[in-house]
């Protein structure tokens, strides 16, 4: 089955810190995507970075980066330096491939604060 | 600027109502998606079409249709056949086809029954 598993409902952090946002999957393809979001109370579903399954480099996009672990089927958001903005829900995501077709399957999301 | 616009913002149902969800992208992505959001809750996927004419349920299509006669828009219809229909709703459209195609989201519309 194809499947997102974010086991932190919550974390809570201090301005500054760094925070580990854990997710794991479970797919039998060779080939697939992974992404992170960020969701704010608005609603709206911010992109913040993508780790492809034959990226031998974890990805980086300024102060996101992805600690990606192929063996362990797992793909970790690292924030350094978290700012009060940070404060949101944070989804993983998957692309997988299901009868030619590609969807995206999603976790149950974290919700992380930032304490001043 | 390019992007996906999601009608209404917040939306009001009858118990009975049929209600339609309006979703329009002006980025030339083949693939649209259709999720369901409750509070607190993670992002399950309603329907979803890789290209015109063509659609595909996804794992809680149950009282929902969509139609997508253009390659810009995809419409979604709560019927009244969906029991328990108050929710948030999001449309995203991606580029069809390779993995580095991250899914764009709209604004999000607010269902309510009352």
């Known amino acids: 089955a194809q499947k997102i598993t974010q086991t932190q409902p919550g974390m809570f952090v201090q301005e500054k810190e760094a925070v580990t946002l854990d997710c794991t999957y479970d797919?039998?393809?060779?080939?697939?995507?992974l992404f992170w979001y960020k969701q704010p109370s608005s609603g709206e579903m911010i992109f913040l970075i993508y780790?492809?399954?034959?990226?031998?480099q974890n990805a980086t996009e300024g102060r996101y980066s992805l600690n990606f672990q192929k063996a362990r089927k797992s793909a970790n958001l690292v924030i350094s330096a978290s700012q009060l903005g940070d404060s949101a829900m944070y989804f993983c995501?998957?692309?997988?491939?299901?009868?030619?077709?590609?969807?995206?399957?999603f976790g149950q999301g974290t919700r992380l604060t930032i304490n001043p | 600027d390019g992007g996906i616009t999601q009608s209404p913002k917040y939306l009001f149902r009858k118990e009975g109502q049929n209600v339609t969800l309006s979703c329009e992208q002006n980025?030339?992505?083949?693939?649209m998606y259709w999720y369901r959001q409750d509070p607190g809750q993670g992002l399950r996927l309603i329907y979803y079409?890789?290209?015109?004419?063509?659609?595909q349920k996804g794992d809680i299509a149950e009282g929902y249709s969509v139609s997508r006669e253009k390659k810009e828009s995809f419409p979604l219809t709560v019927t009244s056949a969906q029991k328990n229909p108050t929710a948030f709703y999001l449309c995203?459209?991606?580029?069809?086809?390779?993995?580095?195609?991250?899914?764009?989201f709209g604004q999000g519309t607010r269902l309510t029954v009352v």
């Open positions: 797919t039998s393809d060779q080939s697939y995507g």
């Open positions: 780790q492809g399954s034959y990226d031998e």
């Open positions: 995501a998957m692309r997988v491939k299901i009868q030619g077709a590609q969807k995206l399957v």
């Open positions: 079409s890789q290209i015109v004419n063509d659609f």
């Open positions: 980025l030339n992505h083949d693939a």
């Open positions: 995203a459209s991606s580029i069809y086809g390779g993995q580095r195609t991250e899914a764009f």
